[in-house]
Structure formats: C-alpha cells, structure tokens
C-alpha cells in the first residue's frame, strides 16, 4: 500500500463527506461534543473547497482514504491570537483545516501533514480543547502550541504552528531536533520546548534581516542558549555556553571561530547578564528570548513563583510577582531590546500599561494563580 496526496475533484464529494460523517464519529466516541455540529462540514463547505483548489484526498492505492483542505495565505480567524502567540508572524503561511479519514484507515493525517510540509515553511492549524487526538497528531508531527483564537462563530480553538527552516543545513537541524530540543522537556514550564521553539522562530525571522549573518549559527544559538538549564537558572546562560563549546558534534559544521561566536552569543543572552551582547548574534537570540505577551509574561512569573517558592502563600506570590514585573518589564527595569524589527517592541509597551495598572494585574495575578491553585 503506497498513500499519496492529490487534489479533491468533485466526483469525490461523496467519499469525503462519508468519511467526515466518519470522523464526527470518533469525535463523539472521544468525548468530543461541540466540534463538528450543525452539519459543520456541510456538503457546500467541501464543494467550496474543491472549487478554489483547497480541497485534497490522500489515495491508497487510488481508493480515497482521507481528506483535508490546505490553504495558502492569511486566515482572518488567525488575526487575533490570546494567551500566547504565533512562533512567527511575518512568513506567508499555510493552514490545514476538515480533517477526515475513512474507517479502518492508519496513517492518513501523517500523510497529508508530510505532503503539506512540502508547500509551505511555515504551516498552521487549531482545533477544539476536547479534541485531544488532533492535538497529539499536531504536536508528533512537530507543531507548537501556540494559544487560542476564536473562530467565525466566536467559539475558542486551540491554535497550532510549525516553523521549517530550508536554509539551515538539513543534517545540523536533523542533528538539533534529535538530540538538543528533547532536554527542553526536563525544564520548567516557562523553559520548555515551545520555549525553544519560538525562540529559534524569533531568531530566523530577525536574522532575515541581516543577509550577512550565517542562518547555521543563529539557529544552533537559539536551540541551545538554555540548555544550561540543567544545572539551575543563575547560571544557566554560563552553563548553556560550556555544553556548546564542548559539543563536538558542531565541529561537523563549524570552525572553532564560529564556535566561539556563537558561544559567546549564547552566554550573552540573558536579560540579568549585566552588559549588553557583543555580537549580532547575541542581540537577535537575546531579544528572541524576549517573548514579551503580557499575559503569557504574567502567567510564566506566576508559574516561576509557585514551583520556585512553594513555602509563599496568595499574598507573598503577588508580591514576588509584582516586584518580579516591576524590576525586569517597567520602563525603568533592567530588559533591553537591541533588534528594532522585533514585535517586542509594541508588545512591551502594553506590558509597561499592565503593570501600571495594579487593579487590572492583580485581577489576572488571580485568575491565574486560581487556575493553579482552585479553590
């Protein structure tokens, strides 16, 4: 059995609306209630679909087996995104949406996910909160949680992005997922892989403006610049240098001059470090690791907070909290930020705006500390 991906015609619309019949299915058998109602996707929706050349079929051996749409270019329900945000903004996107399968089909999301890589760098996709098989599929194919946007109808999804990188050589990123990205799982909530993965996001699409720059090196910064997280946060910036510098495995694409640059780099990116960074390298990774989201800000020093200092109660975490915002995110505190292309730069002035407004942070201090901590 061989599956292939070809472009959904309409003599198919039977097959396909049979196997979302199919997949509606599962999602009920799956506590999935709310997704795919109403008829939702209508017989029209697939039509639609195939007339504007969104529409695909993955065939084994010519028998249809699955279905998708996939299609190139700005969604407008991907406009606004809450509680976190897109790896990347800037690239021109892909976004998969109606994934169907047949019965006793294996295999097919695979499929159709490795064919949609193939068209665009950079793909999207989001799904229901009770839809826990999509979101598996998503995340073993490499996709970020990202945060949650709002469809037409105003109902919540879960919203996902995948980021590929064809100027990085193909055995160095091989090399990097494998063996580097995996560590980030050990780390703290706000030091995960979604961490890392945004920053080597951030870090590509800022390097795009410096042609001068060697992409190889502003990736291998970012993927390891917290890797010293191992051995705690105060000096992980130190620690993240050290495993760089003793990886022998780069010397397969760099030269001991690029490897001290780029350890350099990675020493220099800590916000608390004292001085500025001393390349351009340092300046990208160090504002990419600047992921400055008010919310996602507020949510990860409050998460910081409790695993860090478990002994404070409601009032000693708002305090921490408070002073935490105040030193590092006022206009007065120690951040800086070096690219001026960087989204960073609107994003903290509504942080500073936050964290002037004590009533409306203490209100959102809560909701998350809540969360946490339900009484």
């Given at each position: 059995?061989?599956?292939?991906?070809?472009?959904?015609?309409?003599?198919?619309?039977?097959?396909i609306m049979s196997m979302c019949d199919h997949s509606r299915s599962i999602m009920r058998s799956n506590g999935n209630t709310t997704q795919w109602v109403n008829g939702y996707p209508s017989r029209q929706q697939i039509i639609l679909d195939i007339e504007q050349q969104h529409g695909f079929l993955v065939v084994d051996s010519a028998?249809?087996?699955?279905?998708?749409?996939?299609?190139?270019?700005?969604?407008?329900?991907?406009?606004v995104i809450e509680e976190g945000c897109w790896l990347d903004d800037d690239t021109p996107y892909g976004t998969i949406h109606r994934m169907a399968c047949a019965p006793g089909s294996n295999g097919v999301a695979h499929c159709g996910i490795d064919w949609c890589k193939r068209q665009a760098v950079s793909l999207r996709a989001d799904t229901h909160a009770d839809n826990h098989i999509v979101?598996?599929?998503?995340?073993?194919?490499?996709?970020?949680?990202?945060?949650?946007?709002?469809?037409?109808?105003?109902?919540p999804r879960r919203a996902y992005q995948l980021m590929r990188y064809p100027e990085v050589d193909a055995l160095l990123r091989a090399y990097v997922e494998s063996e580097i990205l995996p560590r980030y799982a050990a780390f703290d909530a706000a030091h995960r892989r979604d961490h890392v993965l945004m920053v080597i996001a951030q870090s590509m699409a800022l390097a795009s403006y410096y042609p001068q720059l060697d992409k190889d090196m502003v990736y291998a910064i970012a993927a390891y610049h917290d890797t010293g997280l191992c051995e705690g946060r105060e000096r992980h910036h130190i620690v993240s240098g050290e495993i760089m510098r003793s990886d022998?495995?780069?010397?397969?694409?760099?030269?001991?001059?690029?490897?001290?640059?780029?350890?350099?780099?990675?020493?220099?990116?800590?916000?608390?470090g004292g001085h500025d960074p001393h390349s351009l390298y340092g300046m990208i990774v160090a504002e990419a690791d600047r992921n400055i989201e008010p919310v996602t800000i507020v949510r990860r020093t409050v998460q910081y907070g409790i695993q860090h200092y478990p002994q404070l109660e409601l009032e000693g975490h708002w305090q921490r909290t408070l002073q935490h915002l105040q030193e590092k995110y006022s206009p007065t505190g120690y951040l800086k930020l070096y690219i001026p292309q960087s989204r960073n730069r609107q994003q903290l002035e509504r942080l500073w705006q936050?964290?002037?407004?004590?009533?409306?942070?203490?209100?959102?201090?809560?909701?998350?500390?809540?969360e946490i901590f339900p009484t």
């Amino acid at each position: 059995m061989n599956k292939t991906v070809r472009p959904a015609q309409l003599s198919d619309v039977d097959a396909i609306m049979s196997m979302c019949d199919h997949s509606r299915s599962i999602m009920r058998s799956n506590g999935n209630t709310t997704q795919w109602v109403n008829g939702y996707p209508s017989r029209q929706q697939i039509i639609l679909d195939i007339e504007q050349q969104h529409g695909f079929l993955v065939v084994d051996s010519a028998v249809p087996v699955g279905y998708f749409a996939f299609i190139v270019g700005a969604d407008p329900t991907y406009a606004v995104i809450e509680e976190g945000c897109w790896l990347d903004d800037d690239t021109p996107y892909g976004t998969i949406h109606r994934m169907a399968c047949a019965p006793g089909s294996n295999g097919v999301a695979h499929c159709g996910i490795d064919w949609c890589k193939r068209q665009a760098v950079s793909l999207r996709a989001d799904t229901h909160a009770d839809n826990h098989i999509v979101q598996h599929i998503l995340e073993s194919e490499g996709f970020t949680y990202c945060g949650i946007i709002h469809i037409a109808d105003g109902t919540p999804r879960r919203a996902y992005q995948l980021m590929r990188y064809p100027e990085v050589d193909a055995l160095l990123r091989a090399y990097v997922e494998s063996e580097i990205l995996p560590r980030y799982a050990a780390f703290d909530a706000a030091h995960r892989r979604d961490h890392v993965l945004m920053v080597i996001a951030q870090s590509m699409a800022l390097a795009s403006y410096y042609p001068q720059l060697d992409k190889d090196m502003v990736y291998a910064i970012a993927a390891y610049h917290d890797t010293g997280l191992c051995e705690g946060r105060e000096r992980h910036h130190i620690v993240s240098g050290e495993i760089m510098r003793s990886d022998e495995h780069l010397k397969d694409w760099f030269d001991e001059q690029q490897i001290a640059i780029m350890t350099e780099a990675v020493e220099d990116h800590r916000a608390s470090g004292g001085h500025d960074p001393h390349s351009l390298y340092g300046m990208i990774v160090a504002e990419a690791d600047r992921n400055i989201e008010p919310v996602t800000i507020v949510r990860r020093t409050v998460q910081y907070g409790i695993q860090h200092y478990p002994q404070l109660e409601l009032e000693g975490h708002w305090q921490r909290t408070l002073q935490h915002l105040q030193e590092k995110y006022s206009p007065t505190g120690y951040l800086k930020l070096y690219i001026p292309q960087s989204r960073n730069r609107q994003q903290l002035e509504r942080l500073w705006q936050l964290i002037a407004d004590l009533p409306r942070l203490r209100c959102l201090f809560e909701e998350i500390y809540f969360e946490i901590f339900p009484t």
